[in-house]
């Protein structure tokens, strides 16, 4: 994975289509997934998360999409890159204030 800020933000918003300045998070695993990038918008600028595992790889997969773009929730990316596999973990109802 040799690709810096500027190129994943033109890969997002090619295969996305979608505004790279809004609240969205674009994680690229590598071939191996041995490493992985994050890309944001923070509101002063675009951050770049990058994170190499020296043991082990993560487990990405897409069950639920054709292609290699899928929509997951920040607790699922927090599970995956604490090394737990997410295809069988199922979040139980909580009360939740209507908007």
Known sequence: MRKGHEALARQAKNIFD???LES???VFFSKHRR???ILWWDKSGMALFHKKLDLGQYHWNNINSTSNDL???FWQLQLILDGIEITNIKRRKRFKIKD
């Open 18 to 20: 979608v505004n790279i």
């Open 24 to 26: 969205y998070w674009f």
């Open 71 to 73: 929509s997951i929730e």
């Open 35 to 37: 490493s992985v990038k």
